[in-house]
């Protein structure tokens, strides 16, 4: 067996997990190995180089994090498109999307849910004669409930609705009517786009509060609920799309308690909770003893968006209101995808899954981080968080994000504008939204340093300074 280590020409030490990445390069080169062929299994691999199992690990996990290989569990590794391109270094010309906002694509887990896909087939054949339960499965219902816990969120089965993604329920929420009797809607400025167009089709009545980097002014939330009958704020409380923030827990506490003085519901959106590293974040709804924080969770940023399965947790006075408006928005959720995610949760797939992405999400936020400090300007200030998938850049004065947008389409490098996550009357110009998610990690460096060129490059182009 080949030590982890030898001695090369000149005395250079060569790793051995080097090597077998060469070897699987040359096959590759060969034609041996084409797109989406599948590699020899680790075991088979140390058999046939005479190398431990561990340098055929280390070999795939390099290869994975640079992107020339992708896993899929219980199955194996299999080569990317594009490995050639990718082996000898960057794509030329590579197209760099901070755009995009789904999950990471090749860590999505589309084999393990296909099987629980074949399964729920089965499971609930007869369920899918005939409509079914409103309100969600209650087997899957048992299976979140679980999971809740998970993010401190402890409640019962009969209080959690399965939704259509959770955009469904954030929709549903406009018009409905709430026990406090109020009309007026609190956002978050900016906001996801979702809910902005949500708002602006049922003509609701607005009151934005500026989310900064640093959070929201305390003092102006509790006049906008002093002054403007808010029947409920809509709250992304960590992981902000888009600017990344994450409320401190004393935060939330405080706005919970605000709620309860002036007679406001929360819509607690969050979609991320999953990602979250730390295990001391508590949401919104662990501090509500009066039943005002409603709850909503996504599954489309940690499974396949196309699924669109969410969940909203429901207080009791507000259950029969919202199983009717649910009713009259689609009847129920698809009974199939709702067994699917049953069965994933049931298999321990979910937990697993997280871990995973948690993970990977980390690095890609702490690279985005770290990209941001060492190339953008002194004069655009930028915000985010670890974890997540989202972060802003404000642009210094007089730059537009529209006319960098267009800048760095040259360039290749897609980024979003913010201002139409804005109500009219609070629209900024100069944000721009970096979505993570789908970018491969050598190139999120490369990505930031275009933007900041490009920004530096406009500035100079106005003759402004940097
Ligand atoms: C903050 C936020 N909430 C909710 C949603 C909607 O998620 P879903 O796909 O579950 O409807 C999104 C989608 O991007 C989002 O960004």
Same mark, same amino acid.
């Given at each position: 067996?080949?030590?982890?280590?030898?001695? $090369?020409?000149?005395?250079?030490?060569?790793?051995?997990?080097?090597?077998?990445?060469?070897?699987?390069?040359?096959?590759?080169?060969?034609?041996?190995?084409?797109?989406?062929?599948?590699?020899?299994?680790?075991? %088979?691999?140390?058999?046939?180089?005479?190398?431990?199992?561990?340098?055929?690990?280390? %070999?795939?996990?390099?290869?994975?994090?640079?992107?020339?290989?992708?896993?899929?569990?219980?199955?194996?590794?299999?080569?990317?498109?594009?490995?050639?391109?990718?082996?000898?270094?960057?794509?030329?010309?590579?197209?760099?999307?901070?755009?995009?906002?789904?999950? &990471?694509?090749?860590?999505?887990?589309?084999?393990?849910?296909?099987?629980?896909?074949?399964?729920?087939?089965?499971?609930?054949?007869?369920?899918?004669?005939?409509?079914?339960?409103?309100?969600?499965?209650?087997?899957?219902?048992?299976?979140?409930?679980?999971?809740?816990?998970?993010?401190?969120?402890?409640?019962?089965?009969?209080?959690?609705?399965?939704?259509?993604?959770?955009?469904?329920?954030?929709?549903?929420?406009?018009?409905?009517?709430?026990?406090?009797?109020?009309?007026?809607?609190?956002?978050?400025?900016?906001?996801?786009?979702?809910?902005?167009?949500?708002?602006?089709?049922?003509?609701?009545?607005?009151?934005?509060?500026?989310?900064?980097?640093?959070?929201?002014?305390?003092?102006?939330?509790?006049?906008?609920?002093?002054?403007?009958?808010?029947?409920?704020?809509?709250?992304?409380?960590?992981?902000?799309?888009?600017?990344?923030?994450?409320?401190?827990?004393?935060?939330?506490?405080?706005?919970?308690?605000? %709620?309860?003085?002036?007679?406001?519901?929360?819509?607690?959106?969050?979609?991320?909770?999953?990602?979250?590293?730390?295990?001391?974040?508590?949401?919104?709804?662990?501090? &509500?003893?009066?039943?005002?924080?409603?709850?909503?969770?996504?599954?489309?940023?940690?499974?396949?968006?196309?699924?669109?399965?969410?969940?909203?947790?429901?207080?009791?006075?507000?259950?029969?209101?919202?199983?009717?408006?649910?009713?009259?928005?689609?009847?129920?959720?698809?009974?199939?995808?709702?067994?699917?995610?049953?069965?994933?949760?049931?298999?321990?797939?979910?937990?697993?899954?997280?871990?995973?992405?948690?993970?990977?999400?980390?690095?890609?936020?702490?690279?985005?981080?770290?990209?941001?400090? &060492?190339?953008?300007?002194?004069?655009?200030?930028?915000?985010?968080?670890?974890?997540?998938?989202?972060?802003?850049?404000?642009?210094?004065?007089?730059?537009?994000?529209?006319?960098?947008?267009?800048?760095?389409?040259?360039?290749?490098?897609?980024?979003?504008?913010?201002?139409?996550?804005?109500?009219? $009357?609070?629209?900024?110009?100069?944000?721009?939204?970096?979505?993570?998610?789908?970018?491969?990690? &050598?190139?999120?460096?490369?990505?930031?340093?275009?933007?900041?060129?490009?920004?530096?490059?406009?500035?100079?182009?106005?003759?402004?300074?940097?």
């Amino acid at each position: 067996m080949l030590c982890p280590y030898r001695l $090369e020409g000149k005395g250079k030490i060569v790793r051995i997990y080097e090597e077998i990445i060469e070897v699987i390069n040359q096959r590759v080169a060969q034609g041996l190995l084409g797109t989406g062929s599948k590699l020899p299994s680790i075991r %088979a691999l140390s058999d046939e180089l005479s190398c431990s199992k561990n340098s055929v690990i280390k %070999a795939y996990q390099e290869m994975e994090n640079r992107h020339l290989i992708y896993s899929v569990p219980k199955s194996g590794y299999y080569v990317v498109e594009d490995y050639s391109l990718r082996q000898k270094g960057h794509i030329e010309n590579e197209k760099i999307d901070f755009l995009s906002a789904g999950p &990471d694509k090749h860590s999505m887990p589309y084999l393990d849910f296909k099987h629980c896909i074949n399964q729920a087939i089965d499971l609930y054949k007869e369920e899918m004669f005939s409509y079914s339960e409103i309100q969600g499965l209650r087997s899957l219902r048992l299976e979140l409930a679980k999971h809740l816990q998970d993010l401190q969120v402890f409640t019962v089965p009969e209080r959690i609705f399965v939704v259509t993604g959770s955009q469904q329920a954030l929709h549903l929420f406009v018009s409905l009517p709430f026990p406090n009797g109020k009309n007026n809607i609190c956002i978050e400025q900016p906001t996801h786009t979702g809910f902005i167009e949500s708002l602006k089709h049922q003509n609701a009545v607005v009151y934005g509060i500026e989310v900064t980097k640093t959070g929201i002014d305390l003092h102006d939330l509790e006049q906008i609920f002093k002054q403007n009958s808010i029947k409920f704020f809509y709250i992304t409380s960590r992981f902000h799309n888009p600017t990344g923030y994450s409320y401190s827990n004393a935060e939330k506490k405080k706005i919970v308690e605000l %709620a309860q003085q002036y007679d406001v519901y929360i819509v607690e959106d969050d979609y991320m909770g999953d990602l979250d590293f730390n295990l001391k974040q508590d949401p919104m709804f662990a501090y &509500d003893t009066s039943g005002r924080v409603i709850y909503t969770k996504s599954f489309s940023k940690i499974l396949l968006p196309g699924l669109r399965l969410g969940l909203t947790v429901i207080p009791d006075s507000m259950k029969e209101v919202f199983l009717q408006a649910k009713f009259a928005a689609d009847l129920h959720t698809p009974v199939l995808t709702q067994g699917a995610l049953e069965i994933y949760f049931k298999n321990g797939m979910f937990h697993a899954h997280i871990k995973k992405m948690r993970e990977m999400y980390r690095n890609k936020g702490r690279l985005l981080q770290t990209a941001y400090r &060492d190339h953008l300007p002194s004069s655009a200030s930028f915000s985010g968080s670890l974890s997540g998938f989202y972060s802003t850049i404000e642009l210094p004065y007089p730059l537009k994000a529209k006319h960098l947008i267009e800048h760095l389409m040259m360039e290749s490098v897609y980024v979003d504008d913010v201002g139409k996550m804005y109500m009219p $009357e609070c629209k900024k110009e100069n944000v721009i939204r970096l979505s993570v998610s789908q970018i491969e990690d &050598d190139s999120i460096s490369i990505g930031v340093q275009k933007i900041a060129d490009s920004i530096r490059k406009l500035l100079k182009q106005r003759n402004m300074s940097i």
